[in-house]
């Protein structure tokens, strides 16, 4: 009986490398503060060089480059509005010119807004949907476009949030948004899969910032009542689940959505 699979195909690497990015170029969105430098920091650790995107926070991205490139990486900073394609089209250019390749894409760059939708504007809902959706269409259009000419697959992920599953007040237009990005990155998924690019999510639940206790102590205190992990979570948290699924380990996985919010999904709804 002729088998299914090649012997390359029955291959595994050893769990030794499973999480050694040496080699890989990474470009991280949104990777100047919180879990979009987190994510960064993570994947250079793991040997990877890493394309830092910021659109405003130049400084602390700065910051993040320097640390990277003193731990022995190679990071390169680009500033880009991710909702005008020239912009993007420039940031993959300087990524292909800089680095000659590109294996993984994380889509983080995003806006947080709190309006009740009552108050809210055409221009509110615009804005919102154009930093945390649009971007991902172009961004993710164009990496695969240069994955495929590379002819050696990929991985994309994409930070959509718990909201996108459980509705938050003065958050229609960032529930909507983030919600279109789980349907959207599961139909890149099915496209995609031909050629060896996988196309996976990841739902952070409430990560921690510095001040967050003293901005929002109800929202904190809400958050850790029904979190059966009882903690907030760290950008470390998020950056590990995006290692996970860049990384051969999640060689068949795509088109899923990993949650990763200490269980807080798991509550009752009634």
Not at 46 to 51: S, T, Y
């Amino acid at each position: 009986m002729t088998s299914l699979f090649s012997a390359e195909e029955m291959k595994f690497p050893p769990v030794s490398s499973l999480f050694d990015f040496s080699g890989k170029v990474v470009l991280v969105t949104g990777a100047a503060v919180r879990i979009g430098a987190g994510i960064a920091l993570r994947f250079a650790e793991a040997g990877a060089d890493v394309i830092i995107h910021c659109h405003s926070n130049l400084q602390p991205a700065e910051e993040i480059k320097k640390r990277i490139v003193d731990g022995g990486c190679k990071a390169v900073l680009m500033q880009a509005d991710l909702t005008q394609p020239p912009e993007v089209e420039k940031l993959f250019d300087v990524t292909v010119r800089e680095f000659g390749r590109l294996d993984i894409l994380i889509n983080n760059a995003g806006v947080y807004p709190d309006k009740p939708l009552l108050e809210m504007q055409a221009s509110d809902w615009q804005h919102v949907l154009d930093v945390n959706l649009t971007s991902v269409f172009l961004c993710t259009k164009t990496a695969a476009q240069q994955m495929i000419r590379q002819g050696e697959g990929g991985a994309i992920v994409n930070i959509s949030s718990i909201e996108a599953q459980n509705p938050a007040s003065g958050h229609a237009h960032y529930c909507a948004a983030k919600a279109g990005l789980d349907q959207f990155s599961r139909t890149a998924a099915l496209e995609f899969g031909r050629y060896g690019i996988r196309v996976n999510v990841v739902s952070p639940g409430l990560i921690w910032s510095e001040g967050l206790e003293e901005r929002w102590p109800a929202g904190v205190q809400h958050f850790m009542k029904a979190a059966p992990l009882q903690r907030l979570g760290l950008p470390q948290d998020i950056a590990d689940a995006c290692l996970f699924l860049a990384s051969p380990a999640a060689r068949w996985i795509t088109g899923a959505n990993l949650v990763v919010d200490g269980g807080v999904l798991t509550k009752q709804a009634y």
